[in-house]
Nanobody, 122 residues
Framework: QVQLVESGGGLVQAGDSLRLSCAAS????????MGWFRQPPGKEREFVAG????????LYADSVKGRFTISRDNAKNTVYLQMNRLKPEDTAVYYC???????????????WGQGTQVTVSS
């Protein structure tokens, strides 16, 4: 019943910006911490960013800190990832995730979205 549906991925040039969205259904959205992970080609899935129930606390991987911003709109059951100053190494499939606790690098989230492709050319 739980569904996390990502959108907003695409092909951009280095230095460009992109905003990903994740629409959640089938769960009490405000009771879940939300987050984003990514999987570059040929590599393991890695943590990108996490946000608490009400959006008061956010966590970021060192590789994206200062460039990416996670936010959420509980009235719309949606979490966002604003990505600025994109680099070729940001190229990956980006996955939305939900968990009852704040997410970090070691988290194995309870729910996953299907992923959306982000490709950054140089």
């Amino acid at each position: 019943q739980v569904q996390l549906v990502e959108s907003g991925g695409g092909l951009v040039q280095a230095g460009d910006s992109l905003r990903l969205s994740c629409a959640a259904s089938g769960l009490t959205f405000s009771n879940y911490a939300m987050g984003w992970f990514r999987q570059p080609p040929g590599k393991e899935r890695e943590f990108v960013a996490g946000i608490s129930w009400r959006g008061i606390t956010s966590l970021y991987a060192d590789s994206v800190k200062g460039r990416f911003t996670i936010s959420r709109d509980n009235a719309k059951n949606t979490v966002y990832l604003q990505m600025n100053r994109l680099k070729p190494e940001d190229t990956a499939v980006y996955y939305c995730a939900a968990d009852r606790n704040m997410m970090r690098g070691t988290t194995k989230p309870e729910y996953w979205g299907q992923g959306t492709q982000v490709t950054v050319s140089s």
